[in-house]
């Protein structure tokens, strides 16, 4: 997966940029006849990382967005049909409803479209929300239309396109602008939020080696637990990994039962989209005991706007067709009877943004999961205000917004300073951190703590294990962005913290999926264990669903009812452990050897502003479901 650049200096640059959101983007310059469009240069494009000019010919397609008529209304009104304390809770707008009160007129979005169409662009498409103008055309015609230079630059071992400066345009098209998308190439950086631990992308054969438990602590290894990382619940030795977890034991650890999402629709949204997804869903599923799913059931969608392209290599099409699998199998077995949309961003991830507005604009579904992100808040503004404008809009729709809340902890180990992670960390979404779970014979949680973890190389023959380094564990932290929700008055923090809910994640203790992939004799179907905040959040949607069901209406934007409630979960405390695990070295069989390692439990040791604690804690947030869970929400 893609890595962002790393550096104190730089993330704080950032940061300091991102404060511009709370201040807007209409500031005047010296001709009279435009002003600039500020944030809309990201920090990244420096003089010292300057390689030269971008070809003038090169032809660019962007998104320049529209914000919202009255967007302080908007919040607020997206607060109120949230908060289960207002008059106005759960009276939520229909799309058409949304659009007439708070989208730009016919008039405004035309005047901008006119101005792109007379500089020369394409115009390539407009949602029904006029949120946003897709646009197409040569950097020589940015240069003009938007008074800037385009550059290209040496970023995190990539070169990038970026405006040298601002974007102006037009003083009379001005105040319309929230920001533009696709100009800059910062959609680099995102990366999906899964681990799977192997040598190679997912589309290529993987098995995880035996030994493997069914359960946890069913095989121990002979590999002594590091110094510190005992529990009593352990044997005294560390155990083997698990093959990887079945919906029923997940469901059964969280005391899940008597409901299956019939009536419910789970939105999710990946880039790219996997050939043989459903056929490889339905054979998970008759593994797993599962009704599967018929083509009415699931759905693919490719937004129309979305620039289709030739596949970029760098991006990883194929790596992505695992995450998607994830995504579904982690919904299906969760909501076995809910439908599912998969919102596909073709060949480039700078459309998920725009993948997003459709499902909300159409609204699609009513619960929307995304495991994917950006390292840190390292975006200029105007990337992440029009994020939050489709993410104000779903809130007032009822449709709740999931996203995982990243992989690297606290960002230390990538950014060298702590930061949570984007979009994870606008206060319109649900952010879904990752645990550590041990199930027990009986379908039980026999132990869960925050997913934070060490590796140990382990010798064999000496049984000594040595370690190597910190790996990932659950994104978390506090923005440096937003301001903290009030829905979040009852915990300390600077300002929006990070993540607010938490499910299974550690890849040691994954979800076990089903997908074709490509070994040295052939393509074909196997299974293999897979894990990352990218499984938590479609776990939690998949029993949202549930929740939804039990209510007999959606619960929205949840957030301001999980904080009122925060006794519904199960609060995730600390335990240090470890499992060993087998890899086979060339990730299919044993016919070029094995290497064992030790793998810590509720590490922390790279990632050092996290914790997991009692109550409220920047790794689990206020837990995972319990027993409690269905009956407290499914009202």
């Keep these: 997966m893609h890595r962002r650049t790393s550096g104190t200096a730089r993330l704080a640059g950032a940061l300091m940029l991102g404060s511009l959101l709370l201040a807007g983007f209409g500031s005047s310059v010296d001709a009279a006849s435009r002003s600039i469009v500020r944030g809309t240069t990201p920090t990244w494009a420096t003089s ?66 006119n101005w792109l169409k007379a500089n020369g662009f394409v115009i390539v498409n407009t949602p029904a929300n006029r949120h946003f103008i897709a646009a197409q055309g040569t950097v020589r015609q940015i240069e003009t239309a938007f008074a800037t230079t385009i550059n290209v630059y040496r970023v995190s071992g990539m070169k990038l396109r970026a405006p040298a400066r601002d974007l102006s345009v037009p003083t009379t098209i001005a105040p319309l602008i929230s920001g533009a998308i696709g100009i800059d190439q910062s959609y680099e950086f995102i990366h999906s939020n899964t681990v799977v631990d192997k040598n190679a992308p997912p ?35 560390a155990p ?50 599962l009704p599967t799913m018929t083509s009415g059931q699931f759905t693919q969608v490719v937004p129309p706007g979305i620039f289709r392209r030739p596949q970029n ?44 507005n459709h499902v909300v604009d ?98 064999k023959t000496t049984l000594v294990c040595t370690r190597a380094a910190w790996l990932y564990g659950s994104g978390g932290g506090v923005s440096r962005v937003f301001a903290k929700p009030s829905y979040q008055a009852s915990i300390t923090a600077t300002g929006r913290a990070v993540p607010d809910v938490a499910a299974l994640g550690d890849p040691q203790t994954g979800l076990l999926i089903g997908q074709t992939q490509t070994f040295p004799d052939g393509a074909y179907y196997d299974e293999y264990r897979i894990g990352g905040t990218s499984l938590s959040s479609p776990i939690f949607a998949g029993l949202m669903a549930l929740a939804d069901q039990a209510a007999g209406s959606p619960h929205g934007f949840a957030n301001p009812l999980f904080y009122a409630h925060a006794g519904a ?43 997991t604690h009692a109550g409220w804690d920047n790794v689990t947030g206020l837990g995972t479901p319990t027993q409690d869970f269905l009956s407290t929400f499914g009202q």
């Design 240 to 289: 083997w990994t698990v093959k990887g977890y079945t919906p029923a034991q997940i469901k059964g650890a969280y005391g899940i039962s008597g409901y299956d999402g019939a009536g419910q629709t789970v939105a999710i949204i990946d880039a790219y989209a996997s050939p043989t997804i459903l056929q490889d869903v339905n054979q998970w599923s008759t593994n797993r005991g």
């Design 569 to 611: 979960f199960y609060d995730v405390l600390s335990v240090k452990t470890a499992v060993a695990r087998r890899n086979f070295v060339n990730s299919v069989d044993a016919s070029q050897g094995t290497s064992d390692f030790l793998r810590t439990f509720d590490d922390y040791s790279g990632s050092p502003t996290q914790s």
């Design 48 to 113: 010292t990382a300057l390689v030269g000019h971008a070809s003038s010919t090169q032809v660019v397609g962007f998104r320049l967005y529209l914000g919202w008529r009255n967007a302080a209304a908007a919040e607020a009104l997206a607060r109120a049909v949230s908060d289960p304390k207002s008059a106005s809770y759960r009276h939520y707008l229909s799309p058409a409803q949304f659009r007439s009160t708070f989208a730009p007129t016919a008039a405004q979005a035309t005047a901008v479209h």
């Design 203 to 237: 589309s290529a054969g993987f098995r995880n080696s035996p030994p493997l438990s069914t359960f946890w602590a069913e095989k121990v290894s002979p590999y002594a637990y590091p110094t510190g990382f005992t529990d009593l619940s352990s044997p005294a030795t």
């Design 362 to 459: 159409r609204h699609l579904a009513q619960i929307v999961t995304n495991s994917y992100g950006w390292h840190g808040e390292f975006l200029p503004p105007g990337f992440i205000k029009p994020y939050n404008q489709t993410l104000v809009q779903a809130a007032i729709e009822g449709i709740g917004v999931y996203f995982s809340s990243g992989d690297s902890g606290d960002e230390t180990s990538v950014l060298g300073v702590a930061s949570a992670d984007f979009p994870a960390s606008s206060p319109w979404v649900t952010a879904v951190g990752g645990t550590s779970l041990g199930v027990s014979a009986a379908n039980t949680r026999q132990l869960e703590t925050g997913w934070g973890t060490s590796t140990y190389a382990c010798n």
């Design 313 to 356: 290599p760098r991006q990883d099409p194929q790596g992505w067709y695992g995450e998607e699998t994830l995504d579904v199998e982690a919904v299906h077995g969760m909501a076995p009877a809910a439908k599912i949309v998969y919102v596909g961003a073709p060949n480039n991830y700078q459309d998920l943004d725009a993948a997003l």
